[in-house]
């Protein structure tokens, strides 16, 4: 007698399932690491357009004061209120609460903007960015005058220090 058997075994159907979930996996880890390195491409893309923002806001300035001297002395949120109206932020950035406008990266950390008492630099303070992200901005190559950008990366708060 003959027998003629058509389709698949059990066994066969779950090797087929065991290479398909291997496969899924490694996507899955791939697709987080992909957007891991997204947003911190696109922090560091926020912060350099912020930064040149900054610049060109302020290029008009006479050369013998220094650059934000009207800006000196302003707390965070002002400064940071007067950054939004001059549109130094990228509007994806901004968000109004409680009729505020607040500025936050793609960590849903909020951002600020603070000038030296002298009016001679500022502060941008990006808050929730990983450890990683943070010392991925510092060892950007951001220029070597003190109007190329950067000029330091904290990693931690007030309660925590990490070196």
């Known amino acids: 007698m003959k027998i003629n058997q058509k389709g698949r075994s059990m066994i066969e159907m779950l090797g087929v399932l065991a290479i398909i979930g291997v496969l899924s996996a490694a996507g899955l880890i791939g697709y987080q690491k992909a957007m891991m390195k997204h947003k911190a491409n696109k922090t ?3 912060m350099a357009t912020i ?11 006479a050369a013998s004061q220094h ?18 109206a ?3 932020f990228p509007d994806e950035m901004v968000r ?7 500025v936050y990266n793609v960590y849903q950390g909020e ?5 030296t008492a002298d009016g001679d630099s500022f502060n941008l303070d990006f808050q929730n960015l990983p450890k990683d992200v943070a010392i991925a901005i510092g060892t950007i190559d951001w220029g070597t005058s003190d109007a190329s950008g950067l000029q330091e990366v904290s990693i ?8």
Do not use: C, R, W
């Open 44 to 46: 560091i893309n926020q």
């Open 51 to 61: 930064i040149n923002n900054i610049h060109n806001a302020f290029a008009n300035m």
């Open 67 to 84: 650059p934000y001297a009207n800006m000196g002395g302003t707390d965070a949120a002002e400064a940071t209120q007067k950054m939004i």
């Open 86 to 88: 001059l549109n130094v």
């Open 96 to 102: 109004t609460e409680s009729g505020v406008k607040k």
């Open 111 to 115: 951002v600020t903007v603070t000038f």
């Open 156 to 163: 931690g708060d007030e309660t925590t220090s990490n070196p």
